[in-house]
């Protein structure tokens, strides 16, 4: 098992020093013991896995919270493939909805943008009026 500063762990996990000890602070790994011989802690081992983990699950969307639960299900002794696919299908209905919303919004900006003269006086834009809460024709 190769030993590994803090900076070449942030290094190997695609991420900075300061999400590291984020990461430390939240909870999500223990800080290693410093050495009794001195010198740099080793983020090797479980330390760069846990790491890495985090890594793939923000890259699919999961909260530092959701990301929590599943390193518990991850080394939980009895966990199945069941328990991670719920999750996943959880998080993916969320971003389904987020996806919705989103294009609600978008409509509803076209929808503005058409209306709106782009030029002229302040008080004839239909943008405007929508962020205000004014009633457009």
């Given at each position: 098992m190769q030993s590994l500063t803090i900076s070449q762990a942030a290094r190997e996990a695609?991420?900075?020093?300061?999400?590291?000890?984020?990461?430390?602070?939240?909870?999500?790994?223990?800080?290693?013991?410093?050495p009794i011989s001195g010198g740099a802690r080793d983020y090797g081992g479980n330390t760069l896995w846990r790491l890495k983990f985090?890594?793939?699950?923000?890259?699919?969307?999961?909260s530092l919270a959701e990301i929590?639960?599943?390193?518990?299900?991850?080394?939980?002794?009895?966990?199945?493939c069941e328990a991670f696919q719920a999750r996943a299908r959880v998080k993916r209905d969320?971003?389904?909805?987020?996806?919705?919303?989103?294009?609600?919004?978008?409509?509803?900006?076209?929808?503005?943008?058409?209306?709106?003269?782009?030029?002229?006086?302040?008080r004839q834009c239909s943008i405007v009026d929508a962020i205000e809460g004014k009633e457009t024709d």
């Open positions: 695609g991420m900075g020093v300061e999400t590291i000890r984020f990461y430390e602070r939240k909870g999500l790994i223990a800080q290693p013991p410093r985090i890594s793939g699950a923000k890259k699919l969307g999961f929590a639960d599943l390193l518990v299900l991850r080394t939980a002794p009895n966990a199945g969320d971003i389904q909805g987020r996806i919705e919303g989103l294009t609600r919004m978008r409509s509803v900006l076209d929808k503005l943008i058409e209306a709106c003269p782009g030029r002229g006086e302040i």
